[in-house]
């Protein structure tokens, strides 16, 4: 017996047909990054005055691009950004757990006030903050440290609203049997409610370390020195107003989002089923 529901086969074939032209439209560009640092440098952009598809598959591949890529601070940058996404998301699941879970789990005075502050800050653009906040680092003595870029990043207000949905979530029935046991209100974050929320937790981490691994604008602000450089400011340093370095620019750019991609895959499984359970709540 067929599904009356079911789409005709003439619609599947049109639906199928455009998320195939929509996918070519997103990959095919990055497929052209990815064979254009492979492209010796006098090549990459010969084939334009000439177009054709067989201008965009190079006529020698070589790795001449990411040798001399190594040559430069790239790889310092590159462990910069790590150190900097490594430390945000630890800090920052410790924070924002705690937070989220004070959220859902207490009663006090000015709380959905508060609340609303949180999540009134992430709709607030980042440009509206960044004087004032980088006049704090610059008291504080941070400016040029991995403290100016760590810190400022570690409470996010998206985070915690997940963290504080999530804990909300659990029946109070949980945490009033452990308080009848005389559990302390540390353990029961711990041992009962920080537990069953690891798609949450790998969604938070996820969303935190991509945070910091785009991130261009406040470490450019807060770290002009080169020893505190991150990926995307060495990225941007191939291009100047005399000449761009596209053979150095392809390439760090496909580093970049080779290194920021693994973490998705590691957690993928577990952010998408914290987004259909956050969906169906």
């Not at 492209?39 to 790795?63: A, C, K, M, N, Y």
């Not at 879970?101 to 440009?127: C, H, I, N, Q, Y």
């Not at 109070?172 to 798609?199: C, H, Q, T, V």
């Amino acid at each position: 017996m067929t599904d009356p529901l079911a789409p005709s086969p003439l619609m599947a074939m049109l639906r199928y047909g455009l998320l195939s032209v929509l996918a070519f439209c997103v990959a095919a560009p990055l497929a052209w990054l990815c064979l254009a640092s492979l492209s010796p440098q006098s090549e990459i952009f010969q084939p334009v005055s000439d177009f054709s598809w067989s201008g965009l598959i190079p006529s020698r591949l070589t790795l001449e691009n990411y040798r001399a890529l190594m040559q430069t601070d790239f790889p310092m940058a590159a462990k910069n950004s790590a150190i900097v996404a490594l430390a945000t998301v630890v800090c920052g699941l410790v924070v924002n757990a705690m937070a989220g879970f004070a959220f859902a789990a207490f009663d006090f005075r000015g709380k959905t006030l508060l609340f609303v502050l949180v999540v009134a800050s992430f709709m607030m653009p980042f440009e509206a903050i960044v004087l004032p906040l980088y006049v704090m680092i610059r008291a504080f003595g941070w400016v040029n440290s991995y403290q100016a870029l760590i810190v400022p990043e570690i409470a996010n207000g998206m985070i915690i609203f997940l963290f504080r949905q999530f804990f909300a979530s659990i029946p109070k029935d949980y945490y009033e049997a452990a308080r009848i046991d005389g559990a302390s209100w540390g353990y029961i974050f711990l041992r009962i409610a920080l537990p069953l929320s690891w798609p949450t937790v790998a969604t938070a981490s996820l969303m935190l370390f991509l945070a910091q691994w785009d991130s261009f604008f406040w470490p450019v602000v807060a770290a002009s020195d080169p020893d505190y450089a991150v990926i995307q400011v060495a990225i941007a340093r191939n291009i100047n107003f005399e000449q761009t370095n596209w053979g150095g620019l392809f390439s760090s750019t496909n580093l970049a989002i080779v290194l920021g991609t693994i973490p998705f895959l590691l957690t993928q499984r577990l952010y998408v089923r914290s987004l259909v359970a956050g969906g169906i709540k």
